[in-house]
């Protein structure tokens, strides 16, 4: 079956510095990728839809500048989170998948910063 | 865009009971899929089922795409299926998923 493998599991960071997340697709090639967002006791809220090979589409409200996202190949897409604050702590998970298939999940990255 | 209300927000079981969760969404779907949330925040994928029945052991869902709802039940409930179940749409014409509220299940031993 479809395996997303998402790294790091954890990170700390200090306010005002950059973190990068990696999504990988293991065992298929995935045109897209798809970023969400959880905060504490709360539903996942989709960030950005990520293209290999062009532009992310993000959803409303979502900050493109702060959340950078990169596909560059077809098993890889990077969400940067620039210049992070404490207000951008939270559970951070992506998807890959087929549409006719269903998606599979990656283990989300924890992020605190301080 | 697309609404979807899962119920109810917390369920408390017995080891043992079975239970019912219910999914219902504003909109047609060419997707759905339920997952189950563990402890450490992985999603499980449990059913993909735009329609129809399926099961797997202890676990069944039924997706009545037509009236816009969908079920999962799960039988003699254990102690391991505690945590946050979703469930997650793709409204038709698009890839995106959207996620429901969420159920909360606990059970006690």
């Known amino acids: 079956g479809a395996v997303v493998s998402q790294h790091p599991s954890r990170v700390i960071c200090k306010s005002g510095t950059s973190v990068k997340i990696e999504c990988r697709s293991l065992?298929?090639?995935?045109?897209?990728m798809f970023w969400y967002r959880q905060f504490p006791k709360k539903s996942l809220m989709l960030m950005a839809t990520s293209n290999e090979g062009s532009k992310a589409t993000y959803e409303q409200g979502v900050e493109k500048d702060k959340f950078l996202i990169n596909h560059a190949s077809l098993t890889l897409s990077t969400l940067t989170v620039t210049s992070a604050h404490p207000e951008d702590s939270s559970f951070y998970i992506c998807?890959?998948?087929?549409?006719?298939?269903?998606?599979?999940f990656g283990s989300g990255t924890r992020l605190t910063v301080v | 865009g697309i609404q979807v209300e899962q119920s109810p927000p917390d369920l408390i079981l017995q080891e043992g009971a079975n239970s019912t969760l219910r999914c219902n969404f504003s909109d047609s779907v060419n997707n759905l899929q339920w997952f189950h949330q563990n402890p450490w925040g992985q999603l499980i994928n449990l059913f993909y089922i735009p329609s129809g029945t399926k099961q797997n052991g202890r676990l069944s869902a039924t997706t009545v795409a037509t009236e816009r709802y969908s079920l999962l039940y799960i039988s003699s409930s254990q102690t391991t299926d505690s945590g946050v179940y979703f469930c997650a749409v793709g409204a038709s014409g698009t890839y995106k998923y959207i996620f429901g509220t969420g159920t909360r299940l606990k059970v006690l031993a």
């Open positions: 998807s890959a998948g087929r549409r006719d298939y269903g998606y599979t």
């Open positions: 065992d298929f090639q995935a045109t897209t």
